[in-house]
C-alpha cells in the first residue's frame, strides 16, 4: 500500500562519524511517531529512497528542549544511539528548537545533555549498567568467543582482536549477525563490536548495528561500549579516542570507581563531529508501505 502524505514532507540529512540519519521537525505532529513503522523502513532504504542508518522525530517536551524518537532503519525504534544523538543537538540548536549550545532532551534510555561546539558535539550519556566480562558463547561453529557485555543506552557485545590484521578480517557481517541473534541475549538482542587496543588512550573498533542489520561505518553507544570494557580490563583510560570503519574518530570521557565489583562508570561523555549533508522535501511515491 503507498503511504499518502498531506504534504511534503522537509527533511535534513545528517551524518556523525559516518553514521546517517533522517531528521525531521515533527513538533507539528504530521507523522504519527507510533505507527510509522513502514514509512521509516521505507525512506532508509539506500538507492530506492534516501537511505540512512536511521531516522529522528523532533518533537515537543514540556521539561527539556525537546524529545525524539529513534528508530532503525528496519522501523524499530531504539532507546539510544549516541551518533544520532549528536545529529540530533545540533539540528536542533540550527533550527532553534534549542536556543543555546547547551541544551538536553529526551530519549527512552533518559535525559541527554549536549554541547554544541560548531561542527562538533559533546554529550553526556545516561549512565551505563550490566557489565559483564570475559564470558565465553559459540557462534557459528567456531570456537568459543571470550566476549564482554555492557548496556550503554542500548546492548552492546564487545569481542577484543589481537592485532590490526584481525581486525581487518573479522568476519563482522556473518559472526555479528550471529552473535546479534544468539539466545543467550534475546529478547531484545545485541549490538556487535570487534574492537582492537592499540594504546590506553587509542582504540580501533568494527560495529554490526541491531536494527541495521549491518556493519555501520560508525556507532557511538558501541564506541562508548568498547572504551568502558577495554578501561574494566585495564586496557584504557579516559579519553580514549576510538576509530571507527569511517576513518573518523570519536572521543570517551569517563570516570570509574574501582570501589564497586563490577566497575562503575560515570560521567560518561561522547564527544565528535555531526554534519549536515543536505535538506530536502520527501515525496511519498518511493515510500511502500
Not at 500500500?1 to 540529512?13: A, S
Not at 534549542?98 to 527512552?108: L, N, Q, W
Not at 594504546?199 to 542489520?213: D, F, N
Request: charged share 25%; hydrophobic share 40%; aromatic share 8%.
Amino acid at each position: 500500500m503507498e503511504i499518502q502524505f498531506e504534504r511534503r514532507i522537509h527533511f535534513t540529512k545528517m551524518t556523525g562519524s559516518g553514521n546517517d540519519f533522517i531528521i525531521i521537525d515533527n513538533r507539528d505532529q504530521l507523522i504519527d511517531a507510533d505507527n510509522c513503522r513502514g514509512l521509516v523502513s521505507s525512506v532508509c532504504r539506500r538507492k530506492l529512497s534516501v537511505g540512512a542508518d536511521g531516522l529522528i522525530l523532533i518533537e515537543n517536551d514540556p521539561e527539556v528542549d525537546f524529545k525524539w524518537r529513534f528508530f532503525n532503519a528496519d522501523g524499530g525504534e531504539a532507546e539510544m544511539c549516541g551518533n544520532g544523538a549528536r545529529c540530533a543537538a545540533r539540528f536542533a540548536y540550527l533550527k532553534g528548537i534549542a536556543s543555546k549550545p547547551s541544551m538536553a532532551f529526551r530519549t527512552i534510555a533518559g535525559i541527554i545533555e549536549a554541547e554544541i561546539k560548531n561542527e562538533r558535539v559533546k554529550i553526556r550519556m545516561t549512565p551505563p549498567h550490566s557489565l559483564k566480562l570475559d564470558f565465553f558463547l559459540e557462534a557459528g561453529g567456531t570456537k568459543p568467543f571470550c566476549l564482554q557485555f555492557i548496556n550503554t543506552g542500548v546492548p552492546h557485545v564487545v569481542h577484543f582482536v589481537e592485532d590490526d590484521a584481525a581486525l581487518d578480517s573479522a568476519d563482522v557481517f556473518n559472526l555479528g549477525r550471529t552473535l546479534r541473534y544468539h539466545s543467550h541475549f534475546q529478547p531484545a538482542g545485541t549490538n556487535v563490536n570487534f574492537a582492537r587496543v592499540h594504546a590506553p588512550h587509542s582504540i580501533s573498533v568494527r560495529t554490526y548495528e541491531r536494527g541495521v542489520e549491518d556493519e555501520t561505518l560508525a556507532c557511538g553507544t558501541g564506541s562508548i561500549a568498547v572504551a568502558l570494557v577495554a578501561s574494566a580490563k585495564g586496557l584504557a583510560a579516559s579519553p580514549v579516542d576510538v576509530k571507527t570503519r569511517s576513518g573518523e574518530t570519536l572521543t570517551i570521557y569517563f570516570e570509574k570507581s574501582s570501589n564497586h565489583d563490577p566497575v562503575d562508570f560515570r560521567e560518561v561523555y561522547l564527544e565528535g563531529d555531526a554534519k549536515v549533508v543536505y535538506e530536502a522535501e520527501l515525496w511519498d511515491e518511493t515510500l511502500i508501505q
